[in-house]
């Protein structure tokens, strides 16, 4: 079955514990994103990629790294999370850029107290 | 810079009534627009996408949407709402922003439907 998997789903961590939530997609996508969704604002882009090696910030990268390695995996690191990145978090993929048609993982839910 | 409004934050409808939920989006090429639905608990699923062509689209679940370029808009319809159509409804649109190919979503739409 076509998908994008992540784990944990759920996280509840403290102030600084660094912590690493996987992405994987079996589609062979080459662009992979991440998102975080909060009340009232929507889903706004952290970090993607347009392919093995290749990541750029989105529209609110401050906390958060990425890495891709393998075309299939893109985890998100927090490195020391703050109770500001409470929030639920998704993973996307697209065969390409041009159109973005995104399928989403089913979101990690992370508190971080 | 692109955006998306849904105006509606919250709707409420009765099972078995018509659905309109409105999308405006400003974009200075065609952009591609997409309808994406969360269900509680879940990710988000595509509904439907415009990318060219005929205006009307359909999609999953009997809805449809319509592309309006003279009024920047792409709202979701469906004439008979259902029970399990309860959900939180994402208008995103796509395109170069800058030069970074991007998906930009609207703050979402919560659909309530009573018996």
């Known amino acids: 079955e076509a998908q994008v998997t992540q784990n944990p789903r759920y996280l509840i961590t403290v102030t600084g514990k660094k912590l690493t939530v996987t992405c994987s997609q079996n589609?062979?996508?080459?662009?992979m994103s991440w998102y975080r969704q909060d009340p009232g604002l929507g889903l706004r882009q952290i970090y993607y990629s347009m392919n093995v090696e290749v990541t750029d910030k989105g529209d609110v990268p401050e906390g958060y790294k990425v890495s891709r390695k393998e075309k299939r995996n893109f985890p998100l690191i927090l490195e020391s999370p703050s109770p500001n990145q409470t929030s639920l978090y998704f993973c996307?993929?697209?065969?390409?850029?041009?159109?973005?048609?995104?399928?989403f993982g089913p979101g990690t839910r992370l508190t971080v107290t | 810079a692109q955006s998306v409004t849904q105006p509606d934050i919250h709707i409420t409808v009765s099972e078995g009534a018509s659905l309109e939920l409105r999308c405006n989006y400003s974009?200075?090429?065609?952009?591609?627009l997409f309808w994406y639905v969360q269900s509680p608990g879940q990710g988000l699923q595509l509904l439907l996408k415009y990318f060219s062509g005929d205006t009307l689209v359909q999609g999953i679940k009997g809805f449809e949407a319509e592309f309006k370029r003279s009024q920047s808009s792409f709202n979701l319809r469906k004439p008979s709402v259902h029970w399990s159509d309860a959900a939180e409804y994402f208008c995103a649109v796509g395109g170069k922003d800058y030069n970074t190919d991007k998906l930009i979503f609207g703050t979402g739409t919560r659909l309530q439907v009573f018996p």
């Open positions: 996307a993929s697209s065969l390409s850029s041009v159109p973005l048609e995104q399928y």
């Open positions: 974009y200075g090429a065609t952009p591609y």
């Open positions: 589609m062979n996508h080459e662009y």
